[in-house]
């Protein structure tokens, strides 16, 4: 099967240019050809190899990171984030980021306020191994500059995670304005809440009627040609870890009622219900094999509320409990 082509934006090649990287430089060290760089659209791994080749060419991740984020002019935006950086205040922002971000693959946003936070975190789409290093980071730190930039305010995170190592900690941490831990489970980034609050000095009603159905129309567009199904299995994956996503979480997610998902999941011959736990079941396979999450981990990352619960719907799933699973499949790939 094909790869999903990603649209690629024109800005990046002019925003490295800036920092003294050409865009042949980027091609060849990604080992892609060089009309590459006239593409609109690239394969997933093509997305990867030019980030990775970016992150190459820099000394450090975390410099890569920072240069790039905030050296980039706001004028190199494509039309999806000139939609959030145009918006009404820090949190329509955020929330126009993560829907429009379903247009284009393989990342995904979720966003969760929480007293006085808000946790913002980064998955991948189906069948799509996590991104290199740099793409993350970048990936966390616009979403900051946006805030700052958008606000005219120097806003600080409260903390930031990343799964991966990142370079020098210090650099990030200088920019965040807070701690950052690296080599953690998950990829994410937590604000104060009031922040979401605070209204766009760059905010522009005209400009988003113009833009706005323009995108919806264009994300409809890419949400038809998948199946209710796979949206759901999608949204859900991203969706679980701390809690049990429900069904008008989902729904809301995808511009409709509760009542009316529930009605196309049926006219596909499934159920939410049936679609959570096809979820966590393959999910739950997934992080077994890695190592470095113990039972309990896997057990919260899979939105359970104990580990018990895990437990009881792992060895009905597969007739054995997840550290045998986990013993026998150490056991499988050693011999390979």
């Known amino acids: 099967m094909p790869q999903k082509r990603i649209k690629f934006p024109v800005g990046f090649w002019k925003g490295i240019a800036q920092l003294g990287i050409t865009a042949q430089d980027v091609v060849r060290k990604a080992h892609l050809p060089l009309t590459i760089i006239k593409e609109q659209a690239v394969t997933n791994d093509q997305y990867f190899a030019i980030w990775q080749a970016y992150s190459d060419l820099m000394d450090d991740t975390a410099e890569g990171i920072i240069k790039l984020a905030s050296g980039f002019e706001t004028t ?44 913002i975190e980064l998955a991948w789409s189906d069948n799509v191994q996590a991104g290199p290093p740099m793409l993350i980071g970048i990936t966390l730190a616009f979403l900051l500059e946006l805030g700052r930039r958008g ?35 998950s990829n994410r980034l937590i604000l104060e809440r009031k922040d979401l609050d605070r209204p766009f000095e760059s905010y522009n009603a005209e400009l988003l009627e113009i833009l706005t159905p323009v995108l919806d129309q264009s994300l409809e567009a890419e949400q038809s040609n998948r199946s209710i199904k796979e949206m ?105």
């Not at 190199?76 to 971000?101: E, F, G, N, Q």
């Open 76 to 119: 190199l935006y494509p039309p999806t984030v000139l939609a959030t950086y145009h918006a009404r205040d820090y949190r329509d922002a955020l929330h126009r980021m993560a829907r429009y971000k379903r247009m284009c693959p393989p990342e995904a946003l979720r966003i969760t306020e929480k007293k006085d936070h808000c946790i």
């Open 232 to 336: 759901v299995k999608w949204i859900t994956k991203r969706s679980l870890s701390g809690g049990r996503p429900n069904i008008q979480i989902i729904a809301n997610e995808l511009g409709m009622s509760g009542r009316t998902l529930q009605r196309r999941l049926k006219d596909e011959g499934t159920s939410f219900n049936d679609l959570l736990t096809q979820v966590r079941h393959e999910m739950a396979r997934e992080f077994l094999t890695d190592l470095k999450l113990d039972l309990k981990e896997v057990a919260f990352l899979l939105g359970y509320e104990d580990y018990n619960s895990f437990f009881r719907a792992f060895r009905h799933w597969e007739g054995d409990t997840p550290s045998n699973w986990r013993d026998d499949h150490r056991e499988t790939e050693s011999k390979i």
């Open 151 to 185: 606000t005219g305010q120097p806003l600080a995170a409260k903390s930031v995670e990343f799964s991966q190592s990142m370079g020098d900690v210090q650099v990030l941490e200088s920019y965040f304005g807070c701690r950052v831990k690296t080599c953690g489970t």
